[in-house]
Each structure stands twice: as C-alpha cells, then as structure tokens.
C-alpha cells in the first residue's frame, strides 16, 4: 500500500537533546512537508521541500533543522534552540503540480521534559 | 494573503441531525480549498477538496461542501451526523508560490455528536 509513515509515534527526550523524527512516503510524490499541531492553533509550517536537495522555511522554522537527499526522505530534527519543542509533529506530501491535495502521515507525538 | 477561518472551534449535534462546519477565505485568486478530518492521535485524512468546476463537491462518509464565491465560503456539511463523525475538522487554502504549492489551515472545529 502507498502511503506515508512516521516513526516513532511516541518519543521522549531530555531538554537539550536534539532529536530526529524520521518520514518516508512511497507515493513518489515530489513535495514533502512538516507541520506543528498545538491545541488550539490548527497545522503551523515548519519546513518544506519541492525536490530534492532543496527546502524551504516555513513560517516556525527557528530551532528546527531537515534535509532531503532521496526523494522518499525528508526527516524532521528538532534541535536544542527549539524553546518549546513538546507537540505533535505531522509530515505531509504532495504532488509538485496541481491537484495540490497533501496526503498526511500518523504524527509523531514529542515530549521534552 | 490568503488565509482562512472557521467559526466555531467547538460544535455539538445530535446523531442524526444536520452538520454544518463554516469556513470562509480570503484570497486575491481563484483558490483551491480543502476539508480534512482528523480523530485524535492521528493524521489528517482528506475529506473533499474544490478546484475548478462544480461548486458543490461531494466526499467521504456522506460529507459534502458548496463554495459560494460571493461570500467567499466553503461550508462543510453533512445530512444526518453520526457518533463516529466526532473529530476535528480542519478548512485550508492552498497557495501557490514560486517555490511551490503551500497549504493554509484553519485553527479547525472540534466536532461532539451526542447521542
């Protein structure tokens, strides 16, 4: 089945470690994406890629880091710089072109103690 | 800027009765609009989407939606709600950049459907 996966679903971490939240999708989709969900605030936008070996910022990119080396990867850190980095994390993809829909993965629910 | 709201961040309905989730959008262009659903801990699931064409579009589980240009909405609508409806409900708007295409969420409606 084509889809998108997130790992772990749960993670702890100290303060002051930085912690990578893996994403894979076989949908060979060209875009992929990663939101922040808050309670009460919707999906905020931390970083996104078009192609390979290229991203860009979202609107809360401070304190977060990403690459994209292979089309099917795009693993999300959260570094130490990230002053409240205890959330839910949600990877998405999509086409480059129309229809512009983005498919979502299960989330990865992070707590930093 | 496009952006997007929806009113209400909690709704309550009897199984049964009428859904009716609002959204309006803002958008100097033509926009593309989106309805997901999410149930808790996990991740979005696309409900309907508008591009071009019809203004009424249908979706999954008996959902369906009517954007109304003129008011500028995209109201997200089902006949009969069922328990297993309850879940947050989330509008977007896509924007499209030269970097590519990004999606604007609303902060999404808590749906409770009481017996």
């Known amino acids: 089945d084509g889809g998108i996966t997130q790992s772990p679903k749960y993670l702890f971490r100290k303060e002051g470690q930085n912690v990578t939240l893996s994403c894979e999708q076989n949908l060979n989709h060209d875009a992929m994406y990663w939101y922040r969900q808050d309670p009460g605030q919707g999906l905020r936008l931390i970083y996104y890629?078009?192609?390979?070996?290229?991203?860009q910022k979202g609107d809360i990119a401070e304190g977060y880091s990403v690459s994209r080396e292979k089309k099917e990867s795009f693993p999300l850190t959260v570094t130490s710089a990230q002053k409240n980095p205890t959330a839910f994390y949600l990877c998405?993809?999509?086409?480059?072109?129309?229809?512009?829909?983005?498919?979502f993965g299960p989330g990865t629910r992070l707590t930093v103690t | 800027a496009q952006s997007v709201t929806q009113l209400g961040s909690h709704v309550s309905v009897s199984e049964g009765a009428l859904v009716l989730l609002r959204c309006n959008y803002s958008?100097?262009?033509?926009?593309?609009l989106f309805w997901y659903v999410q149930y808790p801990n996990q991740g979005l699931q696309l409900l309907l989407k508008?591009?071009?064409?019809?203004?009424l579009v249908k979706g999954i589980n008996g959902f369906e939606a009517e954007f109304k240009k003129s008011e500028t909405s995209f109201h997200l609508t089902k006949p009969s709600a069922h328990m297993s409806d309850a879940a947050e409900y989330f509008c977007a708007v896509v924007i499209l950049t030269g970097g590519g295409n990004k999606l604007t969420f609303g902060t999404g409606t808590q749906l409770k459907v009481e017996l």
């Open positions: 508008y591009t071009t064409g019809a203004t």
């Open positions: 958008s100097s262009v033509p926009p593309y």
């Open positions: 890629s078009q192609i390979v070996n290229d991203f």
């Open positions: 998405a993809s999509s086409m480059a072109r129309g229809p512009y829909e983005q498919y």
